[in-house]
């Protein structure tokens, strides 16, 4: 069995300070998660979003649809 580990990035716009999510899209078709974690924090949790909700989620922030905080 092939463990593949996850290879993290951040986006281009990511240039804010340090206030940033990574995330390791290369687990999406091998393990049906994309992996994100704090990029201040690359020791600590992760949290593996299903491919389907991560999609959803970059569709409504490409969209305009989530608003802003």
Do not use: H, I
């Not at 390791?24 to 994309?34: F, K, Y």
């Not at 690359?42 to 949290?47: I, M």
Request: negative net charge.
């Amino acid at each position: 069995m092939t463990t593949e580990s996850p290879r993290w990035f951040t986006s281009s716009y990511s240039n804010n300070g340090g206030d940033c999510v990574e995330v390791a899209a290369n687990l999406a078709a091998s393990r049906g998660v994309v992996p994100v974690r704090d990029s201040k924090n690359a020791d600590g949790p992760v949290v593996n979003v299903p491919v389907g909700a991560f999609t959803a989620f970059v569709a409504g922030v490409q969209a305009g649809q989530l608003g802003t905080v």
